[in-house]
């Protein structure tokens, strides 16, 4: 539990375990707290890193400051300040614009990647024509976005789930109002990943309405050699909804993708 001062601000992170790198990007219903059903589990294999973005959990954004325009550069110094040159990166929604955009910029530094309901602003025009589709579902700004952030059945199903989804969430106190109007307008190519053939896995629930598994599934076809995987009886949080089939999917991807993992 610690501040790293970087790139004008105080990031909030946290590392548990040993081995290679894994950092973990939460998605804006979350912050670092999110990850607590795999925390405990990948940190028996990986050194996790997990954090707060800034404007989130314990990350306060400068007055007026950057927003999302800063999450790449934000990932970057917090790794240089670890000591960290490579890592594998696991992202969840937003945390998809944080890592794709990394490992477009910075393809050297990762080890593999996980994109897990999220578009992650990759530069495609089927993909933006299926999300301009969607566009109602955007509607009522992200209090409204995060009502939907879950199967509609995971409330009944999973109630003490849903209230903790609820109060992580409900820690996010600075979030910026322009933060959907941001990541939207954001596109990160992936002809890196395809060039150094970086091992990569698209995870999706199959009742996601926010990113839904067809809009997934073109993306994966972007990207040749990605492994396209759909998880049923989850929404846009399989992490938090299906944890224990994340968790399994996630953590063959990475032993199999990681040398010495």
Same mark, same amino acid.
């Given at each position: 539990?610690?501040?790293?001062?970087?790139?004008?601000?105080?990031?909030?992170?946290?590392?548990?375990?040993? #081995?290679?790198?894994?950092?973990?990007?939460?998605?804006? @219903? @979350?912050?670092? !707290?999110?990850?607590?059903?795999?925390?405990?589990?990948?940190?028996?294999?990986?050194?996790?890193?997990?954090?707060?973005?800034?404007?989130?959990? =314990?990350?306060?954004?400068?007055?007026?400051?950057?927003?999302?325009?800063?999450?790449? $550069?934000?990932?970057?110094?917090?790794?240089?300040? !670890? #000591?960290?040159?490579?890592?594998?990166?696991? &992202? %969840?929604?937003?945390? @998809?614009?944080?890592?794709?955009?990394?490992?477009?910029?910075?393809? $050297?530094?990762?080890? +593999? !990647?996980?994109?897990?309901?999220?578009?992650?602003?990759?530069?495609?025009? *089927?993909? =933006?024509?299926?999300?301009?589709?969607? %566009?109602?579902?955007? %509607?009522? @700004?992200?209090?409204?976005?995060? %009502?939907?952030?879950?199967?509609?059945?995971?409330?009944?199903? $999973?109630? +003490?789930?849903?209230? !903790?989804?609820?109060?992580?969430? #409900?820690?996010?106190?600075?979030?910026? &109002?322009?933060?959907? /109007?941001?990541?939207?307008?954001?596109?990160?190519?992936?002809?890196?990943?395809?060039?150094?053939?970086?091992?990569?896995?698209?995870?999706?629930?199959?009742?996601?309405?926010?990113?839904?598994?067809?809009?997934?599934?073109?993306?994966?076809?972007?990207?040749?050699?990605?492994?396209?995987?759909?998880?049923?009886?989850?929404?846009?949080?399989?992490?938090? $909804?299906?944890?224990?089939?994340?968790?399994?999917?996630?953590? *063959?991807?990475?032993?199999? /993708?990681?040398?010495?993992?």
């Amino acid at each position: 539990m610690a501040l790293a001062r970087i790139n004008g601000i105080e990031l909030y992170y946290e590392i548990h375990g040993e #081995g290679p790198a894994v950092v973990l990007a939460h998605g804006a @219903g @979350g912050n670092h !707290l999110s990850w607590w059903q795999q925390v405990p589990h990948l940190s028996q294999h990986f050194r996790c890193v997990t954090f707060d973005h800034r404007g989130f959990g =314990a990350s306060r954004d400068l007055p007026d400051g950057p927003g999302a325009d800063a999450f790449i $550069e934000d990932l970057r110094q917090l790794l240089d300040h !670890l #000591g960290i040159e490579r890592t594998a990166l696991v &992202a %969840q929604s937003m945390g @998809g614009w944080t890592s794709l955009g990394f490992a477009s910029r910075y393809p $050297e530094r990762v080890t +593999a !990647l996980a994109l897990c309901d999220t578009t992650a602003g990759i530069d495609n025009p *089927e993909v =933006a024509r299926e999300m301009k589709s969607l %566009q109602a579902t955007m %509607q009522g @700004g992200l209090t409204a976005v995060l %009502q939907r952030a879950y199967s509609t059945q995971f409330p009944q199903r $999973e109630p +003490a789930k849903c209230f !903790l989804y609820q109060q992580i969430s #409900g820690l996010n106190v600075h979030v910026p &109002a322009d933060l959907l /109007a941001k990541l939207t307008a954001m596109r990160h190519r992936v002809e890196p990943l395809i060039e150094r053939h970086i091992p990569t896995t698209l995870l999706v629930g199959e009742e996601d309405v926010l990113t839904p598994a067809k809009t997934m599934e073109l993306m994966a076809h972007q990207i040749s050699h990605a492994r396209f995987i759909k998880v049923p009886a989850a929404g846009h949080s399989v992490y938090f $909804e299906q944890p224990d089939e994340f968790n399994r999917i996630v953590l *063959e991807f990475l032993r199999s /993708a990681i040398p010495g993992a």
